[in-house]
C-alpha cells in the first residue's frame, strides 16, 4: 500500500468508510510507516477535536420568532384561496352567490372582517344544516334564496327609506336579480340604510349559509346586531338561535316583524301588515309583538320581505319558487309557477292539501301565527291584492291528511 | 430523529404539527447555520430564513429522502447563497498534504484545540469546503447524506472533506504556533 492512498484511507478511516478488510490493510501500513503513523495521529486528534464542538444553541427561540411572518404567509394564502372560493365551509352554496354579488361590493372576503363574519356564518351555516333537514324539498331553492337574499338586502338599504306601500315581503319570483327595488323599499322602509348595510355584510355571510335556514341567514347576516327588528328601531336581539331552530317562527315573526317594527315606530311595516292579510294580519299584528320578540328577530321579516317572504325558515331569503312553512310545522305552503300548493307537512313527505291558481304574479305570503291562515298577495296589472287560504283540517297539532281543496 | 407521524400530519395541513416540527429542527437547524457563518446574527437571520422556508415548502419534501438531509439541504444552501461573505478565505490548495516537523505534530497531538481556533479555522475555508465540515461533525451526516444535501459527486465530497481537514490541521497548527489563542 502505497502512502498517498493510505492517507486517504486514514480520512476514509475516521469517517467510518473503510471496510473491516480495509481497515487490516491500512494498520498493517501505519505499522510499518511512520509517516503515515504521524498523519494518522494528526488527523485523528483533529477529528475528535472537531467532533467536540459545542453544540450551540440559538440565544430565543427561532420558531417563536418567525410567527408572525408565518401567519402573514397563512394570511395570503388564505386571501388567495377565497378569492377563487370561500374559505369557510360553505362552499358549494356560496360560490354562486359570492361570485355574483361580491364582486359588485368590495371584497369582503379579503377584509380581516370575512375571517369573523366567515367564521359567524359557518356556524350558522352548520345550525342551518340541521333544519335543512326538516324540509328537504326546500332545498332546491336554497341556492336562490341565498342569491336573492343578498341581493335584496342590497336594494334593502337602498331602500330604506321608502315607507313603501306594499310589503315588501314579496317573494323573490326572480330569484337573485330580480328583487325590485320598490319591494326593498316598502319592506325595508322601517329599516334605517345602517341596518340595510349591515344586513347586506351579513347576508353575504349569510348567503353562504345558503339559507340552511331564513331564521339563522336572517339573524346572521345581522352580523352583530342582533337581527330582531330590521326597523331602524332595535336590533333587538334577534336571537339567531331563534331563527335557526324554528323556521316556522320566523315566518310568523316575518309578519309579525312588521307589525312590531310598526309598533316600535316604523308605520311603513304597519300598513304594510294592514295590507297584507286582511283580517288575519290585523289579529297577527296584534300578537305579532309578542310573537316577534319571542320568536325571531323582527329583521327577519324585513329582510325577508324583500328576499323572499314566503319562503320558510330555510331559504329565507329570496327563492325564486317561494316555500313557506307554518309556524306549527304542519303546513308549507309553496308556490309553482302561477299556482299556491298547500302542503300537510309529513315526516317523509308531503300531502298537497290545496292547488290554488294565482291570479298574477306572486307578491308574498305568510302564515298566520296559528298555522290557521296562509295569507298572501298577488300583483295583476301592477295591482295587489290579499288573499287568504284557510287550511280546513284545522284542529289540534296533530297531522291530519284530510285534503281541503 | 423526527417522527414520520408527525411529517405527514404536518404536511397533511396540520398547522400544530409544522410549527411542533420546525420547534424540533431548529437546533440542528441553528448549530449548521452558527457554523457555516460563524456568527450569531448572520446565524438567526439564516436559521429564520431557513425555518420558513421548511414551512412554506414542507409539502416538496419526499418520504423516501431524509428529512434531516432535506432540512440540512435547505440551511446549508440559505447560508452559502445569502450570506455569501465577501472575505477572502485561504485557498485549500496552498497547504495540502503538508505536515510541519515532527515536534509540531507531538505538540499538536499532546493539546486539545480551542474551540474558539477549531471555529476560525473553519471559518476560514472556502464556502464549500467549510459546509461539508459541518455537515460531518456538527451534524453527523454520511458522505452520500453530504452529496444529497450539498448536490455534489460524492467524490467530490470526499475530495473537500480530506482537503478541508487538512487545510484545519495546518491552520490550527499555525494558531498554535504563532500563540494566537494564547
Known amino acids: ?405 | 430523529m423526527v417522527e414520520q407521524g408527525l411529517i405527514r400530519a404536518a404536511q397533511s395541513g396540520d398547522r400544530d404539527a409544522l410549527i411542533t416540527l420546525l420547534r424540533e429542527i431548529e437546533q440542528q437547524v441553528y448549530r449548521t447555520a452558527y457554523y457555516i457563518l460563524n456568527n450569531e446574527q448572520d446565524a438567526h437571520d439564516a436559521a429564520q430564513e431557513a425555518l420558513i422556508r421548511v414551512y412554506t415548502k414542507i409539502n416538496s419534501y419526499e418520504e423516501k429522502a431524509q428529512f434531516k438531509t432535506w432540512v440540512q439541504r435547505i440551511v446549508t444552501n440559505i447560508c452559502i447563497d445569502k450570506f455569501r461573505r465577501s472575505k477572502p478565505t485561504v485557498s485549500i490548495e496552498e497547504h495540502e498534504m503538508v505536515f510541519q516537523g515532527k515536534e509540531n505534530v507531538e505538540r499538536q497531538v499532546m493539546s486539545t484545540y480551542l474551540a474558539q481556533d477549531i471555529q476560525e479555522a473553519i471559518n476560514q475555508l472556502p464556502d464549500h469546503h467549510r459546509s461539508v465540515v459541518v455537515l460531518r461533525y456538527v451534524q453527523d451526516l454520511s458522505y452520500n447524506e453530504i452529496a444529497d444535501c450539498l448536490d455534489l459527486p460524492l467524490n467530490t465530497v470526499k475530495s473537500y472533506l480530506f482537503r478541508a481537514r487538512q487545510q484545519l490541521q495546518n491552520l490550527l497548527q499555525d494558531y498554535q504556533k504563532g500563540g494566537v489563542s494564547g
Open chain 1, 1 to 405: 500500500m502505497k502512502c498517498p492512498e493510505a492517507v486517504e484511507w486514514i480520512h476514509r478511516y475516521l469517517d467510518g468508510d473503510l471496510s473491516e478488510e480495509e481497515v487490516t490493510r491500512l494498520k498493517e501500513h501505519l505499522r510499518s510507516c511512520d509517516d503515515c503513523a504521524r498523519t494518522y495521529d494528526v488527523l485523528k486528534h483533529l477529528s475528535d477535536n472537531l467532533y467536540q464542538l459545542p453544540e450551540v444553541t440559538p440565544k430565543f427561540s427561532i420558531v417563536d420568532s418567525i410567527l408572525p411572518r408565518l401567519d402573514e404567509i397563512d394570511r395570503a394564502r388564505d386571501e388567495e384561496g377565497s378569492t377563487l372560493e370561500v374559505s369557510e365551509a360553505e362552499v358549494p352554496l356560496m360560490k354562486s352567490i359570492s361570485s355574483r354579488s361580491k364582486k359588485e361590493r368590495t371584497p369582503f372576503w379579503r377584509t380581516r372582517a370575512a375571517v369573523p363574519a366567515a367564521l359567524g356564518t359557518a356556524a350558522a351555516v352548520i345550525l342551518g344544516i340541521f333544519i335543512y333537514q326538516y324540509q328537504p324539498e326546500t332545498i332546491p331553492n336554497a341556492e336562490i334564496a341565498p342569491t336573492s337574499q343578498q341581493t335584496q338586502l342590497k336594494k334593502d338599504t337602498q331602500n330604506s327609506s321608502s315607507a313603501g306601500a306594499e310589503v315588501s315581503t314579496q317573494v323573490d319570483p326572480g330569484a337573485a336579480d330580480s328583487v325590485p327595488t320598490p319591494k326593498d323599499s316598502s319592506k325595508q322602509s322601517s329599516e334605517p340604510s345602517a341596518d340595510g348595510v349591515k344586513k347586506n355584510a351579513g347576508a353575504q355571510g349569510d348567503a353562504k349559509q345558503g339559507g340552511a335556514d331564513h331564521a339563522a341567514t336572517r339573524t346572521e347576516k345581522e352580523g352583530a346586531a342582533p337581527p330582531v327588528s330590521h326597523k331602524s328601531d332595535t336590533k333587538k336581539s334577534g336571537s339567531p338561535e331563534k331563527t335557526t331552530t324554528d323556521g316556522v317562527k320566523e315566518f310568523t315573526s316575518q309578519v309579525t316583524e312588521q307589525d312590531k317594527s310598526a309598533a316600535s315606530g316604523s308605520s311603513g311595516n304597519r300598513s304594510m301588515d294592514q295590507k297584507k292579510v286582511d283580517g288575519t294580519q290585523t289579529k297577527q299584528s296584534g300578537q305579532d309583538k309578542s310573537v316577534v320578540n319571542k320568536d325571531k328577530s323582527p329583521e327577519k321579516t324585513q329582510e325577508k320581505i324583500p328576499l323572499a317572504p314566503d319562503t320558510n325558515g330555510f331559504m329565507g331569503i329570496m327563492s325564486s319558487s317561494p316555500i313557506k312553512l307554518s309556524p306549527d310545522g304542519k303546513y308549507v305552503a309553496e308556490v309553482e309557477q302561477d299556482h299556491l300548493k298547500v302542503y300537510l307537512n309529513n315526516t317523509d313527505d308531503r300531502t298537497l292539501l290545496s292547488d290554488i291558481t294565482l291570479n298574477g304574479n306572486w307578491v308574498k305570503g305568510e302564515w298566520s301565527e296559528d298555522s290557521k291562515t296562509f295569507s298572501y298577495q298577488t300583483s295583476l296589472n301592477d295591482t295587489v291584492k290579499d288573499y287568504t287560504y284557510t287550511v280546513e283540517n284545522n284542529e289540534d297539532k296533530t297531522n291530519s291528511t284530510n285534503l281541503s281543496q
